[in-house]
């Protein structure tokens, strides 16, 4: 726990901007009124009425917002010379081409809903390939172009390694968390959201039980989760730190905050905070296993908490 604490302290006395961070505060502070204020990603962005490849350019248009809004004012301030380099622009759009399509891949739908298959067995996959499809598009696109470019600097594929990663301070946070979940636990709205797959109103399918089916669900879910990690900590935060330096963090958490804004206001305005805490681990440690430990940790553990705090009510 010290060391974790010791990474944020350093990076703060080393690399803390206060034009910078007033900038970046305003901007996320406008964008989040403006998007839960007019609901503006449901509205404009992810309309469910809408083409594929418009809601490809859409979450296209919209994320590169997100990001060069602070990139691009953040080299100024900080007098870095990553804007004149071409591997930041390769970079940046290849990455942002990858969360795009993850945001923007909606034709699993289409494919699942033309297959003969009653409802029961169309909800299972909906939720199935919805969780898997950050595999399918994110994944892909990252590993080819870590083979194709990064391979030969970067010997691990961006922070999957558990070389000097050390899991007892990020289980001493989760252990410190525990409280605060065990008591979110209780709160109606809890159950309402967690888990994300319950049990108890699926009906069994494909010849599998319901907790095999749980348990399928589970294990896309929490590949979800590397994902995430992956992406902003592991892509943005790392991959990006060849060309950026110690800059490559404070872009990365206006694009997560982004990714939040069909969650509640208080958990899009937290990802900033955390993914800040994430992302400092990831740059000194070029690992995203501690993220991954944390990230994966809390959902797990939500989960378990919803299941039992449901069975205790029957």
């Known amino acids: 726990m010290k060391k974790i604490v010791g990474y944020l302290k350093d990076y703060v006395r080393e690399h803390f901007h206060w034009g910078l961070y007033l900038y970046t505060a305003i901007f996320l502070g406008m964008a989040i009124y403006l998007n839960y204020a007019f609901k503006f990603e449901k509205t404009y962005i992810n309309m469910i009425q809408q083409s594929h490849s418009r809601r490809l350019i859409a979450y296209g248009l919209f994320y590169s917002f997100a990001y060069f809004a602070i990139a691009i004012p953040q080299a100024y301030f ?21 969360i795009c399509l993850f945001r923007g891949f909606w034709q699993y739908r289409d494919w699942i809903s033309a297959l003969n298959t009653n409802p029961f067995e169309q909800i299972f996959l909906f939720k199935v390939i919805g969780r898997a499809k950050s595999l399918l598009t994110t994944l892909i696109v990252l590993f080819i172009f870590w083979w194709w470019v990064d391979r030969s600097q970067m010997k691990h594929f961006y922070g999957l390694t558990t070389r000097g990663f050390s899991p007892n301070p990020y289980l001493l946070m989760l252990l410190i ?39 399928i669900y589970e294990v896309v879910y929490s590949a979800d989760f590397v994902m995430v990690e992956l992406f902003f900590r592991g892509a943005l935060v790392i991959g990006l730190a060849s060309v950026m330096k110690n800059h ?3 872009p990365m958490i206006v694009l997560y905050c982004f990714l939040h804004f069909e969650k509640p206001m208080a958990e899009a305005i937290g990802s900033a905070f955390g993914g800040y805490i994430l992302g400092v681990i990831a740059l000194r440690t070029s690992s995203i296993f501690g993220g991954v430990c944390i990230h994966l940790g809390v959902a797990l553990l939500m989960d378990a908490l919803a299941i039992i705090q449901y069975f205790n009510n029957q």
Request: hydrophobic content about 55%; proline content about 8%.
């Open 78 to 98: 900080t007098k870095s010379d990553y804007l004149s380099k071409r591997a930041f622009w390769v970079r940046s759009i290849v990455f942002l081409l990858a």
């Open 248 to 250: 490559s963090i404070v």
């Open 177 to 215: 968390m525990l409280p605060f979940l065990i008591w979110a636990s209780f709160q109606p709205a809890f159950l309402k959201m967690y888990p994300q797959f319950k049990p108890w109103v699926m009906k069994p399918v494909f010849g599998l039980t319901i907790w095999q089916m749980f348990g």
